[in-house]
């Protein structure tokens, strides 16, 4: 029976990664839709439109509001099915339509305001935790202004907190849960976590177990993330902790960074053989840690510290100092900042 729900449980796990990656290259949603390439948001009920008309020179702007049915009026059009149309959709219909009454008309349609398609977010974000500003409410409820990735609406929330449990995220979706590791998509740039979100999606955040003396560990291991101090004394008992190393890892180059952020002369960098140590019982290479220690088990070679240091430090900064930062780096920057 233990055997059989073990396969089980992996099973769902290959399913929910498959589903994960899937909705990582959505090309479109009930929110956004892509034409010729350019993703494109889908008007729907309580969106305000802004419709401009160009006669020579002059521009007469009109504002109009997609009623509950989905449907709006404009000039001599009534009750005009606008729902689920993008922008573009909607200048050709009403260039069309007004075609019967204007010669050569020329439409433009703007949306400005997004009042149709929303997610919540729930738990450890900056804006649930601080004033409800910039457009988000304190229930957590972000209204969607097209295409719009996890790491985007989390940036909308005004990023995770300190005390946020990044590596345990949960996602929502019709009513099944999907687990996400947020430090796969900053460290490692797998953009097959960034989920492309949908209306109606739910992202939780939960809050970090209360370990008290914490460590990181981040790299080629398994489940980058969090761990407590006392179950991860030593390197050997943080990698165990983080599932052990990936094929890709450059184990004999592993780093144990110390005093990251509080050290007026930066922090002490010591290096490991995790190779010997695993395969030669070389315990010698067992660094015992400290609280606030990070583990990095590199994908190359590091061959100059201080310039490591350097190329790693914006999205070390992020992780460790998330609202200090806030704003500071674009999540572009930092997804892409390791492993080049």
Do not use: C
Request: aromatic share 6%.
């Amino acid at each position: 029976m233990a055997e059989d729900q073990r396969i089980l449980k992996k099973a769902t796990t290959r399913e929910d990664d498959e589903a994960i990656t899937l909705m990582s290259q959505s090309r479109g949603n009930k929110t956004f839709i892509e034409i010729s390439g350019i993703p494109e948001y889908l008007i729907g009920p309580s969106d305000v439109l802004e419709i401009n008309s160009h006669i020579g020179d002059q521009v007469t702007s009109t504002m109009v509001t997609v009623n509950s049915r989905g449907k709006i009026s404009y000039s001599f059009i009534d009750d005009l099915e606008v729902n689920g149309l993008a922008p573009s959709q909607l200048d050709e219909l009403i260039t069309e339509k007004m075609s019967a009454f204007i010669k050569n008309p020329r439409i433009d349609v703007l949306v400005k305001e997004f009042n149709s398609k929303s997610v919540t977010v729930l738990g450890e974000v900056a804006s649930l935790r601080t004033t409800a500003a910039g457009g988000y409410a304190g229930s957590g409820r972000i209204f969607l202004k097209g295409k719009t990735t996890l790491m985007d609406l989390i940036a909308k929330a005004g990023g995770y907190t300190v005390d946020a449990d990044i590596k345990n995220v949960t996602l929502i979706r019709q009513g099944k849960k999907y687990a996400i590791n947020l430090y796969d998509i900053l460290e490692k740039g797998d953009d097959s976590r960034n989920v492309i979100l949908d209306d109606g999606d739910v992202v939780d955040v939960p809050e970090l177990p209360v370990f008290g003396e914490r460590v990181l560990v981040l790299g080629e291991v398994k489940s980058q993330g969090i761990y407590s101090l006392k179950d991860a004394r030593d390197l050997l008992g943080a990698i165990s902790l983080a599932g052990s190393i990936t094929s890709l890892a450059k184990e004999e180059n592993t780093l144990i960074v110390r005093g990251y952020g509080t050290q007026e002369n930066g922090p002490l960098v010591m290096m490991s053989d995790v190779k010997a140590m695993l395969r030669k019982a070389d315990m010698a290479q067992n660094i015992e840690l400290q609280d606030g220690d990070l583990v990095y088990v590199p994908r190359i070679l590091i061959g100059d510290i201080n310039e490591w240091i350097s190329h790693m430090t914006p999205m070390l900064d992020f992780l460790l100092y998330p609202q200090r930062i806030t704003g500071e780096y674009f999540f572009g920057d930092l997804i892409n900042s390791s492993n080049k």
